[in-house]
C-alpha cells in the first residue's frame, strides 16, 4: 500500500499570513473551527465480511458538519489504517460535500488485508481483527494549502468470511482509453505474488491513461517523459488500442504495459480457428475471465494471445481444462462464458 503522508497547514488571520500561497487565498485566511469532528453512526461489535458480496454497503459512515468561518465549500474525507497510529492511510473517499459516506465490503477487506487479516483457510494469519477509521473535514486545495479536522480513530471489528480469498487492491486505471472513460469506476489492479507489484488487464481502445487509488484523483500517478517511471500528478500516458496486461511497481513507481489476451478459437467461432480470437474479460471480483459468445454448431479452445503457445481443451468433457486438450463440442446458440485460468474450471451457459 502507497503511504500517504497527511500534511496539516494551518495559516492564521495575522499580520504573518502574507507568507502563505497565492492558491486557495480564501482557505488561508479560514479561521481553524472551534468545533470537533467525530463519527455520529453507531459502530456494530463485529462486521463479518464476505468477498462475494464486495459492493455491498458494509458501513454508512456519518459525522457532523464542520464551519471553518469562511465562504468557501468545506469538503469531507473518510480514511482508514490497518494501525491506530495511522502510519498508514488509505483514503477510502475524498472531495465529499456531505458529511457521510457509504463504505462497502471491498473498502473494508483491502484494509483488512493490509492488517494481515485473511480469509483464506490454509494460511495461518487470522481471519479476524480490528481496523481504525478517521473523518476528517478540510478547506482549500487539500494540498499544501488546506486547512483541517482531524476525528479520532474509530475501532472496528471486523471478520472476514473463509472462501475465495479477495485479491482486489485500492488500485486502478482511469482514462479515455478504459471502458468507463475518465469518470471511471476503474479498471483494477489485483494482487500478485510479489507484494510489491499489482497488475490489471484490460481490453483498451486508442487514447490515453493514468494510474490512481480509490477511484479518486487525490492520489494519482502519470508518466511525464513516458520512460516507464511514474510521477505523482503526471502527464497522461497514450495507449494504443489492444488488450494488455499493466504491471505497477508500488514500491519503485514502474511500470509496464504487455500486449496479453485470453480468447476462444474454433469453428463455432465467427473468426473460425484462423481467429482473431473472441476476447475475454477478466473480473477481479471473482479472478475468472469470461464473455457472452454467439456461437455456431462447431468445435472450441482457449487459447493465449491469438496464438497456440498456451492453449487449452476439454479431453474428457469433465467441466475442467487441459492444457492441449481435446476440442470441446458447441451447439449453436448464445453462451455466457466463464474459465478460472488458476482452478482450469470453466462453464457455458446458454442465454
Request: proline share 3%; aromatic share 10%.
Amino acid at each position: 500500500m502507497k503511504k500517504i503522508s497527511v500534511l496539516l497547514f494551518a495559516c492564521t488571520a495575522t499580520l504573518g499570513f502574507h507568507a502563505c500561497s497565492n492558491d486557495d487565498d480564501i482557505a488561508n485566511i479560514a479561521m481553524p473551527s472551534s468545533e470537533e469532528i467525530a463519527f455520529e453512526n453507531t459502530i456494530e461489535d463485529l462486521y463479518t465480511l464476505d468477498a462475494s458480496e464486495n459492493d455491498s454497503i458494509a458501513e454508512t459512515f456519518t459525522w457532523n458538519a464542520v464551519d471553518f468561518n469562511a465562504p468557501t465549500p468545506v469538503y469531507y474525507e473518510l480514511q482508514a489504517s490497518p494501525s491506530e497510529t495511522f502510519e498508514d492511510i488509505t483514503v477510502i473517499a475524498s472531495n465529499l460535500s456531505a458529511p457521510t459516506y457509504d463504505a462497502k465490503v471491498k473498502d473494508m477487506i483491502a484494509v483488512a488485508n493490509e492488517a494481515g487479516i485473511d480469509n483464506d483457510a490454509e494460511t495461518e494469519a487470522p481471519n479476524t481483527g480490528t481496523i481504525y477509521f478517521k473523518a476528517r473535514a478540510y478547506v482549500g486545495s487539500n494540498g499544501g494549502n488546506t486547512v483541517e479536522k482531524l476525528s479520532e480513530a474509530i475501532a472496528v471489528n471486523v471478520e472476514l468470511v473463509e472462501g475465495e480469498v479477495s485479491i482486489l487492491t485500492t488500485w486502478g486505471l482511469v482514462g479515455s482509453a478504459t471502458p468507463n472513460g475518465w469518470d471511471g469506476p476503474d479498471v483494477p489492479f489485483v494482487l500478485t505474488d510479489d507484494e510489491n507489484v499489482v497488475v490489471a488487464y484490460a481490453n483498451l481502445i486508442d487514447g490515453e491513461i493514468k494510474i490512481r487509488e480509490n477511484n479518486d484523483w487525490t492520489l494519482n500517478y502519470g508518466d511525464t517523459g513516458n520512460d516507464g517511471t511514474l510521477e505523482e500528478g503526471g502527464d497522461n500516458i497514450p495507449v494504443t488500442a489492444g488488450s494488455y496486461k499493466i504491471e505497477f511497481n508500488i514500491s519503485d513507481l514502474t511500470y509496464t504495459m504487455t500486449p496479453f489476451s485470453w480468447g476462444i478459437v474454433g469453428s463455432a467461432t465467427a473468426n473460425g480457428w484462423d481467429g482473431p480470437d473472441e476476447l475475454l474479460t477478466f473480473d477481479a471480483t471473482t479472478n475468472t475471465w469470461g464473455t457472452t459468445a454467439t456461437f455456431v454448431d462447431g468445435e472450441i479452445k482457449f487459447r493465449q494471445n491469438n496464438e497456440w503457445v498456451l492453449d487449452y481443451g476439454d479431453t474428457g468433457v469433465d467441466g475442467v481444462l487441459d492444457q492441449g486438450g481435446d476440442n470441446i463440442a458447441i451447439t449453436a446458440g448464445t453462451y455466457t462464458v466463464t474459465v478460472s485460468f488458476d482452478s482450469l474450471k470453466y462453464t457455458l451457459e446458454t442465454n
